[in-house]
């Protein structure tokens, strides 16, 4: 009963690929992420979306889309990727006033 | 700009030892503050939150103190175990459902 899933687990790819990311909550949350963790372990904030509408675009550049189709999904479209793009992605999704719930993340690698 | 500032970056302590990690923040809106835990391949999990309106909270071995009027507050692990080898990250949250992380702290207990 995972809380908060995205696929896939792992992905390597080419420069200059698209990829996407998706993510599913099923715990009712109206709030759902999406965080880059670099190799320094720095957890950084790229989009945040309520119910379906953006509310947090960090400075991403546009080659990143998110995608929320309802409010228990959220995928993450990457154009051209780019050797910086390769990280840990991590989903996750939060109630007004509680902490956030993470999924296990993507580890992207642009080769 | 780092809205929450945290240290140390790492941390050795000996198995039973006291770890202490400590967090400062800028914002005043802030209005709760939690830790996370995080395993290698995991992603963070919520280990202990406070909110500004108390200046300690338990649970098992791990306590949060927090000093409203410094803008501080720090992580103490009791009777630290090999275990509690982690990375731990503490962040503040205001109104909106923005987070906002420290840096991280890469603890290694040592048995």
């Known amino acids: 009963d995972t809380a908060v899933s995205q696929t896939p687990k792992y992905l390597v790819t080419q420069m200059g690929n698209d990829k996407s990311i998706k993510c599913e909550q099923n715990?009712?949350?109206?709030?759902m992420y999406w965080y880059k963790q670099d190799s320094k372990k720095f957890l950084k904030i790229m989009f945040s979306?309520?119910?379906?509408?953006?509310?947090i675009n960090e400075t991403v550049p546009n080659r990143f889309s998110p995608k929320s189709p309802d409010k228990a999904h959220l995928n993450l479209h990457i154009n051209s990727l780019e050797l910086g793009d390769s990280a840990v992605y991590f989903c996750?999704?939060?109630?007004?006033?509680?902490?956030?719930?993470f999924g296990s993340g993507t580890r992207l690698t642009v080769v | 700009q780092q809205q929450v500032k945290q240290s140390p970056q790492s941390l050795i302590v000996q198995k039973g030892g006291i770890s202490i990690i400590n967090c400062a923040y800028e914002?005043?809106?802030?209005?709760?503050f939690p830790w996370y835990q995080q395993f290698p391949g995991k992603g963070p999990a919520l280990l202990i939150a406070?909110?500004?309106?108390?200046s300690e909270k338990k649970e098992g071995r791990f306590t949060i103190s927090f000093n409203k009027s410094a803008k501080q507050f720090s992580l103490h692990i009791m009777d630290s175990q090999p275990g509690d080898s982690a990375t731990y990250f503490c962040?503040?949250?205001?109104?909106?459902?923005?987070?906002?992380f420290g840096t991280g702290t890469s603890l290694t207990v040592i048995p």
């Open positions: 962040a503040g949250e205001h109104t909106g459902n923005q987070f906002y």
């Open positions: 715990l009712g949350h109206d709030t």
């Open positions: 406070i909110r500004p309106d108390v």
């Open positions: 979306y309520n119910n379906k509408e953006l509310i």
């Open positions: 996750a999704s939060s109630q007004a006033g509680q902490a956030l719930t």
């Open positions: 914002n005043t809106a802030f209005d709760y």
